[in-house]
């Protein structure tokens, strides 16, 4: 059968992941189950022949652009995978993919977005957090840590640590768009790129405490980068030079619903919870 490689974007929050764990629902289960009901992947296979993805995110991480591979019948276009996809992962576009294309591997560059809350003035209200900063300070945290660098202090990993990230960051409102690339990524390496970046811009750590997490030299467990929450991280690119992606109108369409009812809810429960929050004197 052809080699197809399909775009997916999916809500991660209900998830411990993209990648399949033992007891806890992850995005490739379900994708695995839609193939298998669309009897696509035999129900005994492990995974489908030349099966593999762009990238692992984390629990609670989103995608715009997760990108699997496989082989798979010529009917099987986004709209026909979204019919046994539950409404939290959509299929939305697919490319042909040449003889030994692997969707690990043959990724040109991978980017991320995180939606970093920072005000740019303190609350007025004593009972808020501050978590304003200065985006002079942030933005330079940024180019320090853009560059060819042993990660080695800003992951579990610990080893094949050498990385090149690049971060940009645009003001959006109340928020800052920091948006990380590279041509690979260690674990939660993008989380804590942005949860150091952000002790600098708020002036509770100086930017020359960057240098020294860069050191291969091992923090002390006191002095170490915790990640930042996932949920305001979303994979929103995945480039690959031999693919063309074809949209899916209907997938597409059904996608954007999907999402657009999400935002809409989510904005409710911001709405109520600020009126709670408002109300308690």
């Not at 809500?11 to 995005?27: A, C, E, L, S």
């Not at 041509?183 to 790129?193: I, K, S, T, Y």
């Not at 657009?260 to 308690?280: F, H, K, L, N, S």
């Amino acid at each position: 059968m052809p080699l197809r490689a399909f775009r997916v974007a999916y809500d991660g929050t209900g998830y411990h992941g993209f990648q399949r764990q033992p007891d806890v629902p992850t995005v490739e289960d379900t994708i695995f189950d839609a193939l298998r009901a669309l009897e696509v992947l035999a129900p005994d296979a492990d995974k489908p022949a030349g099966y593999a993805a762009a990238g692992r995110t984390d629990a609670g991480v989103s995608a715009l652009a997760q990108t699997i591979a496989l082989e798979t019948p010529d009917w099987l276009a986004p709209r026909a995978l979204n019919a046994e996809l539950p409404a939290d992962v959509r299929a939305w576009a697919a490319a042909d993919a040449p003889e030994g294309f692997h969707a690990t591997h043959h990724a040109n560059r991978r980017a991320y977005t995180y939606h970093l809350y920072a005000p740019q003035t303190p609350p007025s209200n004593n009972d808020t957090p501050d978590r304003s900063l200065d985006d002079e300070r942030f933005r330079a945290a940024c180019e320090a840590l853009s560059g060819a660098h042993d990660v080695y202090n800003l992951t579990p990993d610990d080893h094949n640590t050498e990385r090149s990230p690049s971060l940009e960051a645009v003001r959006d409102g109340d928020y800052l768009l920091v948006t990380v690339s590279a041509d690979g990524f260690a674990r939660e390496l993008v989380r804590r790129l942005v949860s150091l970046a952000r002790d600098v811009g708020a002036g509770d750590a100086p930017i020359a405490k960057i240098d020294r997490v860069l050191d291969p030299d091992p923090l002390p467990g006191h002095e170490g980068i915790a990640p930042a929450p996932p949920e305001p991280l979303v994979l929103t690119d995945v480039d690959y030079p031999s693919l063309e992606f074809e949209t899916d109108d209907a997938a597409a369409e059904s996608a954007r619903a999907v999402f657009e009812r999400r935002r809409i809810d989510r904005q409710t429960g911001a709405r109520v919870a600020g009126q709670v929050a408002d109300g308690i004197r």
